[in-house]
């Protein structure tokens, strides 16, 4: 088995390189050696120590036929009953949610690179009035609390809400509260929360590119859009590739926005795998299949960290570089 | 001739201010409309309910305080923002406290196994919050923790811990370590030059991972909501009652989501040059 990336791999590193001292003799060099894994204790206890049990239970639950709100006595050993009925039964919801999260995160992500990097090319020109501003007013709808903006928008969807109104002006009706268009409302609250990050990683990307190299290109007599496929766009690459991926894993652990705005619904419209978590549990009452689900979400979501791990250590140089 | 070529000097120069001027214009639109829901959020929540109702919108209309006064005495949302300010903060001081040994020894030492605790630490902070609600739910129950500020910072702690430890390596790392080895040459011992040498430098350090782990609790939505009821609800929840009360409220609505987010949006400001090291490793986090 090959050696995991290294911890440096990630960011900074330049300390690790540093010489560590010779330790001397005795009890200070016992201390020497265990000192590192002293300073540990206090992290891996708040971290381990809370969510260890409640993950062991999480994969018990999943072999079980138990019901929400009876006592644990009636639960009974099931095998793999609640993962092989989730994967053959007609009336599963699984393979839905996850079709509907890759449509999720494919709609969103390619819309998002797109607008975002048409944005932070134009931010990138010279001479832009007040770049700060905007860069810093593009924080905003990232960092704001997600349940908040799907009440917002929910107010903003409704038929006589502000969305409908100024959609109306240009003739366009959309009745968002229906199973079609549930789906690109959700769709699009996350083009317009998140769009805003890749801006602002993409124009770091676009900032580090040296000018020189930009320059000396242009003197060459390479025009604006052969300089952007083939001097930016290589360099851009694996920024795009870290964002996009981080975007996958927001995605697939998203709740709060779809919870206030449809709820999972109408029907099942917008069941994507945190909803379906959710409503196996206080719908359906099966703990069994809802801990099921749960253990293949957070597979998912480790199979992506990992991917992403590996990536981000690959692209290191060109994420430090990028980042401000 | 000499002029000529003035004049196309001049021209060139009119030309690039226009292109400049039409760019920014581009941009500032673009940036405007980005921002514009969120404008009308903090607009439209200063007007009368039968003005914010009122379709097609009204874009003059009195100004008033009402929703607010709403807001605070009839749902009492300063209770909630109480709960919410207590433990975003206790999260925020546990958090980096107890991560702070494990980002000094993850920076400054290198030892056996160092990249496996490392990944360790990475595969705890992703755990996706809203697959272990049931057994967060049970455990609760057992320690006598349900509805109560402790266990709501107890279970935000297993996210945050390994985000502020990954922060604070950074941090740590830009400090040379040639500055605490010098101080422990003039007599100070590990600590002490720690304490005295590299923790002032580091003040920025503390500073951005607790924004943005306050951030991430107060944010945070799944546990507090399902884990509290009554008495440490805090305030990403209260937009239930909002929903299930009657008929959907608009105007109180408005008042609670300007409430709830401009802490966060001065945030924004406040950490906006480290914005992207902290998502990046935000985005890990559960």
């Not at chain 1, 793999?80 to 995160?105: E, G, V």
């Not at chain 2, 009839?74 to 001081?93: E, G, K, M």
Request: proline content about 5%; hydrophobic content about 50%.
């Amino acid at each position: 088995m090959d050696n995991p990336p290294s911890v440096d791999g990630l960011r900074g590193g330049a300390a690790n390189a540093l010489p560590v001292t010779r330790p001397s003799a005795g009890r200070r060099q016992s201390l020497r050696l265990w000192l590192p894994y002293l300073c540990l204790v206090p992290a891996i206890i708040a971290s381990c120590g809370v969510l260890l049990y409640p993950t062991l239970r999480m994969f018990q639950y999943s072999f079980l036929n138990w019901s929400f709100g009876k006592s644990y006595e009636t639960a009974k050993w099931d095998g793999l009953a609640n993962y092989q009925w989730l994967i053959t039964s007609q009336s599963s919801t699984l393979f839905h949610s996850l079709r509907l999260t890759l449509l999720y995160a494919g709609a969103s992500i390619v819309c998002e690179l797109v607008l975002g990097l048409a944005i932070a090319v134009l931010l990138n020109r010279r001479h832009v009035f007040g770049r700060q501003v905007v860069l810093t007013g593009f924080m905003i709808p990232t960092l704001l609390m997600p349940v908040m903006v799907g009440m917002m928008w929910r107010m903003y969807m409704y038929p006589n809400g502000m969305l409908s109104y100024f959609l109306g002006l240009v003739g366009i009706k959309i009745d968002w509260y229906t199973a079609t268009w549930a789906m690109p409302a959700v769709i699009l609250i996350e083009i317009w929360q998140f769009t805003p990050f890749f801006v602002i990683s993409l124009f770091a990307g676009l900032r580090a590119i040296s000018a020189e190299i930009l320059e000396a290109a242009a003197i060459d007599g390479a025009s604006g859009w052969y300089r952007f496929w083939h001097i930016s766009m290589p360099y851009l690459r694996p920024i795009i590739v870290v964002t996009s991926m981080i975007r996958v894993l927001w995605i697939l652990k998203s709740f709060d926005i779809v919870y206030t705005m449809f709820t999972g619904g109408p029907g099942s419209a917008t069941e994507i795998l945190g909803i379906s978590i959710y409503r196996a549990l206080f719908l359906s009452r099966n703990i069994g299949r809802s801990a099921a689900l749960s253990v293949i979400l957070a597979a998912l979501t480790l199979l992506v960290t990992f991917a992403f791990v590996r990536f981000a250590y690959r692209s290191r140089e060109v994420m430090e570089s990028a980042t401000p | 001739m000499n002029e000529q070529h003035n004049q196309t000097g001049i021209r060139r120069k009119w030309r690039r201010g226009l292109d400049t001027l039409a760019g920014s214009l581009v941009v500032w639109i673009i940036f405007l409309l980005f921002l514009a829901p969120y404008l009308y959020l903090i607009v439209w929540s200063f007007k009368y309910p039968g003005d914010i109702q009122a379709y097609p919108p009204r874009f003059f209309s009195p100004f008033t305080l009402l929703n607010y006064k709403q807001v605070f005495e009839d749902v009492n949302i300063s209770f909630y923002l109480r709960n919410s300010t207590i433990v975003a903060t206790v999260t925020t001081l546990l958090s980096v406290l107890l991560a702070l040994p494990a980002a000094y020894s993850f920076a400054r030492f290198r030892f056996w196994g160092q990249d496996w605790l490392a990944y360790l630490l990475i595969a705890i902070m992703v755990a996706p919050l809203i697959a272990l609600v049931y057994p967060f739910l049970v455990m609760a129950n057992q320690l006598g923790l349900n509805d109560s500020h402790l266990g709501l910072i107890l279970f935000y702690l297993p996210w945050n811990v390994p985000f502020a430890v990954w922060m604070l390596r950074t941090f740590i790392s830009d400090v040379p370590q040639e500055l605490e080895e010098s101080a422990q040459a003039d007599g100070c011992t590990r600590l002490g030059a720690f304490g005295r040498i590299t923790a002032p430098l580091l003040l920025p350090g503390f500073f951005t991972t607790g924004i943005f782990i306050f951030i991430g609790a107060w944010n945070e939505f799944v546990i507090a909501f399902f884990l509290t009821s009554t008495k440490a609800r805090t305030l990403p929840t209260t937009i239930d009652f909002f929903l299930t009360y009657g008929s959907f409220q608009f105007a109180p609505m408005f008042a609670a989501g300007v409430v709830g987010t401009l802490p966060i949006a001065v945030c924004a400001l406040l950490v906006r040059r480290y914005y992207l090291a902290g998502t990046t490793a935000g985005a890990l986090k559960g």
